[in-house]
């Protein structure tokens, strides 16, 4: 009996063997179709390249001798295939044809792994500076308003008593960017027998930024811009000009490129003079890194490469830095157009009378070289020129050149201008000629401003644990006069961060020699001392100073005292008091002096600030020559005020508080601190970003009220809490039930109400509406519980 049942037993574990054999064996000629059963088969796999997971999904046809894949996957996967199609099948490509490649296919998952070389891979990945977008100015935050500028000097001696200054009126927030501004100057001289009094204005314009285009058109004075190898001049009349500190954001050099490929994902560390400047995961194949540049002169960069494995490599790049190039394609330029202001400082209004006109231009022709034109015209002259500036290769440095050519009162004359300048952390060298013949003349030298005839410059600077030692020889030859200097200079910090600087001048036309020795010994944070001796052809001079410079920003005193000494004939003494409040500054003074054995006593002093009129309120404040902002917390008085997370002040009485100092078309970070405000008061917002126009104000407004909170428990006339989900209208008159609601009931008959407008509560339940009476609450503020009221 035990052996036919082990028997049994034996033959149906044979059985279940034999059959699962034959399950697994079917199964696998399922996965893996027979030849003699399926000649090839379409598929559509996921890819994973080189180690990448890929968006594509792959068409493929799987045949008894190959794996093929059509050229559109190819293409899709941005593979450099020169392989001919496979026998039989246009448009696929035997994936054992393609050289270098291999792959391994996973028919359960349906994916397929394909690893190639580097020199395959199309794919670029490129990291450019990522370029910040222009801050828009918020027209709700344009106020108009009106600025005072002014500076004041005054000196007293024995005899004499003078005042000076300078003033500026400025309108602004009338329509988009629009600024109007008069400024002025004046004098005062009374002595004993003579009373002297001029005032002349310098500049009125109008001014109109148009920060989308980033140009600004000016109508009224003007100054017109200067290139390195031309003169500027004041204009009046209409000037339009590429202004892109209208966009600050924008980079105007050119971006360094930093260029490799990987053959896996891998992350890649830029590093430029050892500091990183950025890290980018990147994918298989070619990148491109572009980055803001960060140096100026000749510098290296490396690129840190480390792959998914963890292994790493380093790749090194040279670069040679520099502001006065532009990038690619952009152009920046301006043109005046006018008649010349004459007389300035000196008289006011004063203009010729013959239209001039003066334009520049500059263009990107590639990142490497920027072009340069200028021109001038006017009755008496005509002028042209042109100019190039270009990076050298290899980090050689950067060259320079221009060429001119005028026609003066119907003489030509030409000039020409060319330099080289090359430097890193260790040595900076720079050489500039400019020549011109004795006819050339711009529409400053029509004016009677003779032109230079001749100008050299050759620097060298060299820097060294001993010091930073620099060499120049300077000369400039003019219609009437020559100068010829070689200048000597040396200078070293010490490691207790004093700082000692040798200067010594040496005139070639006169043989004359000058040496000025320096030495700065800082106390504190504020307070320095500075030591000086100074040697020259007639005579020679010792001073000290000791001074305490005042904290901008904070209300602070600062001050000085200075000693000159040269004989018992020639000496001075100085004292000298600042202070620097919020709203101004002002410094007074006392000087003693004997200069050839004459005895004088001068009193100075100064002031200077602004005075801005905006929202029916006068700020006092320091000058501005910039933006500010009015901040308002609608009456609420006290409340700290922060810029960029620092505390700048506190609100008024009134409620309002001036920022003096914005950055415009920048985002301004204003906010306030609310943490010390009473509980019944509300605010929407404490952060608000302000971007105010160029020498504008914008106000600020901080919603700040009042809250009144009222709850109640409402019945209906026989006690009942009203149901949850009722429609509740807090108005005077009685509401029509197809109109909106204000609030609807809570749990057990709740109603909750924040600043109700009137003291009429009206509930509707089941088509009907009853009424409760609010008490005045007109006088009281925060949370205030009513209990449970009854509906009537």
């Not at 009373?195 to 002349?200: A, D, K, R, T, V």
């Not at 340069?372 to 290769?393: C, K, M, N, Q, W």
């Not at 409760?772 to 006088?779: E, K, N, R």
Request: proline residues 4%; hydrophobic residues 35%.
């Amino acid at each position: 009996m035990n052996k036919f049942v082990y028997r049994c037993a034996l033959c149906r574990a044979l059985l279940c063997t034999s059959s699962l054999h034959a399950q697994v064996t079917l199964a696998n000629e399922m996965l893996q179709p027979s030849t003699d059963v399926v000649d090839q088969q379409e598929l559509y796999l996921s890819v994973v390249l080189n180690q990448a997971s890929s968006p594509v999904y792959g068409h493929f046809i799987q045949t008894s001798q190959d794996l093929l894949i059509s050229r559109e996957t190819l293409q899709e996967l941005q593979l450099s295939i020169h392989a001919a199609d496979a026998l039989g099948y246009t448009g696929f490509v035997a994936l054992s044809q393609i050289k270098g490649l291999s792959y391994q296919y996973n028919s359960a998952e349906q994916h397929i792994e394909l690893t190639v070389p580097v020199e395959v891979l199309k794919a670029r990945t490129t990291f450019g500076y990522e370029q910040i977008p222009p801050a828009k100015v918020n027209p709700a935050q344009i106020k108009p308003g009106l600025l005072f500028n002014y500076d004041l000097y005054s000196q007293a001696t024995e005899d004499v008593w003078s005042l000076s200054g300078w003033y500026e009126l400025r309108l602004f927030g009338i329509g988009t960017g629009n600024t109007f501004s008069i400024s002025a100057n004046h004098a005062y001289t009374k002595t004993k027998t003579t009373n002297e009094l001029s005032s002349q204005i310098l500049d009125t314009y109008w001014q109109k930024d148009f920060a989308d285009q980033a140009i600004t058109l000016t109508v009224g004075d003007s100054q017109s811009r200067a290139l390195e190898w031309t003169r500027s001049t004041r204009i009046s009349g209409i000037k339009i000009a590429k202004n892109f500190s209208l966009q600050p954001y924008q980079v105007t050099s050119p971006l360094e490129s930093f260029k490799g490929s990987v053959l896996v994902p891998s992350t890649v560390d830029l590093l430029i003079n050892g500091i990183q400047q950025s890290t980018s995961d990147v994918l298989p194949g070619q990148f491109d890194i572009q980055a803001s540049p960060s140096i100026t002169g000749a510098g290296n960069a490396q690129l840190l490469i480390t792959d998914l494995n963890g292994q790493q490599r380093i790749v090194n790049f040279s670069l040679f830095g520099t502001s006065q190039l532009l990038q690619k394609g952009l152009t920046d330029w301006e043109i005046n157009l006018g008649v010349h202001k004459l007389d300035y400082a000196v008289k006011s209004f004063s203009y010729s009378d013959d239209p001039v006109v003066n334009a520049t231009l500059r263009h990107g022709l590639s990142n490497n070289t920027t072009l340069e034109s200028h021109t001038e015209y006017s009755r008496d002259v005509a002028l042209a020129g042109f100019g190039i500036i270009h990076r050298l290769p290899n980090t050689w440095g950067l060259i320079n050149g221009a060429y001119s050519y005028s026609d003066l009162n119907q003489n030509l004359g030409q000039s020409y201008a060319v330099g080289y300048e090359w430097n890193n952390p260790y040595v900076n060298f720079s050489l500039q000629h400019q020549k011109s013949d004795d006819d050339f003349g711009d529409l400053a030298s029509a004016l009677g401003y003779g032109y230079i005839k001749q100008s050299d410059h050759v620097f060298l600077g060299v820097n060294t644990d001993y010091g930073q030692f620099g060499g120049s020889y300077v000369a400039q030859k003019n219609q009437n006069s020559e100068n010829e200097y070689l200048v000597f200079n040396w200078s070293y910090y010490f490691p207790s961060k004093k700082y000692l600087t040798l200067n010594m001048t040496r005139n070639l036309n006169e043989k004359e020699d000058t040496f000025f020795l320096s030495l700065n010994i800082p106390l504190d944070r504020q307070v320095n001392a500075t030591l000086n001796a100074q040697q020259d052809a007639d005579r020679n001079k010792f001073s000290a100073n000791i001074r305490k410079t005042a904290i901008q920003n904070e209300d602070d005193w600062g001050w000085q005292t200075n000693l000159e000494f040269s004989d018992n004939n020639n000496y001075s003494v100085q004292g000298q008091i600042q202070r620097e409040t919020q709203t101004g500054e002002w410094d007074v003074g006392l000087q003693s002096a004997k200069i050839n054995s004459e005895d004088y006593t001068t009193v100075v002093g100064s002031t200077r600030g602004s005075l801005v009129m905006m929202e029916k309120s006068v700020f006092p404040m320091r000058q501005s020559l910039n933006s500010f902002a009015v901040v308002s917390t609608e009456g609420v008085s006290d409340i700290p005020v922060r810029l960029e997370n620092r505390v700048v002040g506190k609100t008024n009485r009134k409620g309002l508080m001036l920022i003096d100092t914005l950055n415009p078309y920048q985002h301004n970070d204003i906010s306030i601190d609310t943490l010390d405000l009473p509980l019944e008061y509300k605010i929407e917002t404490t952060r608000i970003d302000a971007v105010p126009y160029n020498a504008s104000g914008v106000v600020i407004q901080f919603p700040i009220y009042k809250m009144r909170a009222i709850q109640l428990s409402v019945t209906d006339p026989q006690g009942i809490p009203m149901k949850m989900g009722s429609r509740v209208w807090v108005q005077d008159t009685l509401p029509n039930l197809e109109s909106t609601e204000h609030t609807i009931v809570g749990r057990d008959g709740m109603i909750y109400l924040e600043n109700p407008s009137s003291q009429q509560l009206y509930v509707e339940q089941d088509g009907q509406v009853c009424n409760v009476v609010l008490p005045d609450f007109s006088q009281q503020y925060g949370f205030l519980d009513m209990g449970s009221v009854q509906c009537q």
